[in-house]
């Protein structure tokens, strides 16, 4: 059979991981579901949460799409379309892909087709250096969870603490990485201050969405205010980007 | 008499189940491309592909699995480590999904709250990308217009201002001394970019945690 990385048969092997993929979310999503009414939790909040959940994924999912088809230049569209929906991110296949076709010889994002052989190494190079988080949670989800019960029944504000901390240790690496290029500003650059600002409009949407919520008491605003930071300070991008660049 | 299965325990029995399921098929993937085109990999390419790539990835994954779990619960671990995208999707809409249930994440309704999220969150993406592929002929030049690619390129500013903001106030007492500190960091030192924010997450995570422990023990909090 003659090769393309476009090949239909390529497509279809793409399609049943992509679809083993949608089916487990919609497995747990049901499970979930039901046990939410097992125990008596409110199910028009449930319905919010779900729209708001939704709404949340569109612009990120669209910024997937859109590495999607930047890697489709080199790799087709079928093979970037299941790394994309399976454990993948743009930076990550773009190394492993560039790494397996340096090795052999070639320049990922040359524009040189790939033949079948590189194909399949660059395939096995991506899927078994990203597999460790597949196989490890199932390894120990479990014990970190008993170790989370047994801290909470020992000292539960301790255990609150800890979940804020972590989550405050996440956020906190990524608020850094916002800052990332300001120091561009003493070489009279200023682009590097586009993401700061972005922030900052995001942050400020968000706390006006809250004040507006508890002022007006229409709690939907505070159910949608974080998609609707998200958007705004992605708005807001165009026009910062277009002044300080 | 068989033991009837708690809640928890059936999420980590399908969790392993669907897991172990994914994992196979993503390695019988290239085994299928193998028999259906006759082609064989490059042994060299891949041996120094993965000398080159897995290394790195193995260590990150490693440390990533241990830092999340708490955070994602269980449900929500076992989807968000097979459909990815983490810390720039699944993980902030989880945390926006308690904060709007007003439930604890160390709860039985944080968990069921996180496992919606997440899951819903993955239909979602699984969904638009379908249809981004479908459609990748008139969708691509619309989509890579320059006038929409500085918001495409600021959305990780845009997630982390709006949820930053609401984790920072109310946990101002923790949050100040290692969002300072990660802000002179990614300052001072050049390394530290985009492509380096998933290995400085870890290292938030475990500073923050050993300055919320002291703060803890002399009363602080």
Redesign the interface.
């Known amino acids: ?1 003659e ?1 393309s990385v476009n ?1 239909p ?2 497509f279809l ?2 399609g ?3 679809a ?3 089916v ?6 049901v ?3 039901r ?2 009414k097992a ?1 008596g ?1 409110d199910s028009t ?2 319905k ?3 729209v ?3 709404t ?11 590495s ?2 930047t890697l ?1 230049k080199d790799l087709g ?1 079928a093979l970037p ?2 790394r ?6 743009l ?2 296949e773009t ?2 892909a560039s ?6 010889g070639g320049s990922f994002g040359s524009g040189v087709a790939l ?11 991506m ?12 390894l ?3 014990k ?2 008993k170790g ?2 047994s801290m ?1 029944k020992r000292d539960k ?27 561009t500003v003493f070489k009279a650059d200023f682009s590097g201050i ?3 600002l ?6 400020v ?3 006006a969405a ?1 004040l507006l919520s508890k002022k007006t008491g229409w709690r939907f605003i ?2 949608y ?2 998609p609707i ?10 026009p ?3 002044w300080l660049s | 008499m068989k033991k009837e299965l708690t809640y928890m325990d059936s999420v980590h029995r399908d969790g392993r189940i669907w897991s172990l399921s994914i994992m196979a098929l993503m390695l019988l993937y290239p085994l299928a491309l193998c028999l259906m085109f006759g082609a064989a990999p490059d042994g060299k390419g891949l041996l120094m592909g993965l000398i080159a790539t897995a290394p790195m990835y193995w260590a990150v994954g490693v440390v990533e699995t241990f830092t999340y779990i708490p955070m994602l619960g269980a449900g929500g671990s076992y989807l968000s480590f097979v459909t990815g995208n983490i810390s720039n999707l699944k993980l902030p809409c989880a945390l926006g999904a308690m904060e709007q249930m007003g439930v604890k994440a160390n709860s039985e309704e944080g968990e069921i709250v996180s496992t919606i999220a997440i899951a819903v969150s993955s239909i979602v993406t699984t969904v638009i990308i379908i249809l981004g592929v479908i459609l990748i002929v008139p969708l691509t030049p619309v989509l890579n217009a320059p006038v929409l690619a500085p918001a495409f390129a600021q959305i990780l500013p845009a997630l982390f201002g709006g949820l930053g903001v609401v984790f920072v106030s109310r946990n101002y007492k923790i949050a100040i001394a290692p969002v300072a500190l990660m802000m002179i960091l990614f300052i001072a030192v050049p390394a530290l970019n985009e492509g380096t924010v998933g290995i400085m997450v870890p290292v938030g995570v475990i500073l923050t945690l050993i300055e919320a422990r002291v703060m803890y023990k002399k009363g602080l909090l």
């Open positions: 059979m090769f090949h048969l390529i092997l793409s049943i991981l992509v083993a993929v949608l487990q979310s919609v497995w747990f999503l499970k979930a579901l046990r939410a125990i939790m909040k449930i919010k949460l779900i708001s959940a939704a949340f994924t569109v612009a990120p999912a669209v910024a997937i799409v859109i999607v088809m489709s569209v379309w299941m994309l929906s399976v454990v993948g991110s930076s990550y190394i492993a790494n397996a076709v340096n090795a052999m033949t079948a052989s590189q194909f399949i190494t660059v395939v096995l190079v899927t078994i250096s990203i597999m460790v988080g597949i196989w490890l949670v199932p120990v989800a479990k970190m969870q989370m019960i909470e504000k301790w255990s609150e603490i800890f979940t804020s901390a972590m989550f405050i240790g996440m956020i906190s690496a990524f608020v850094g990485y916002v800052f990332c290029n300001v120091s586009i993401p700061v972005v922030m900052a409009v995001s942050a949407v968000m706390l809250g505070n159910e205010a974080l930071s998200l958007l705004s300070g992605m708005a807001a991008a165009i910062i980007t277009a």
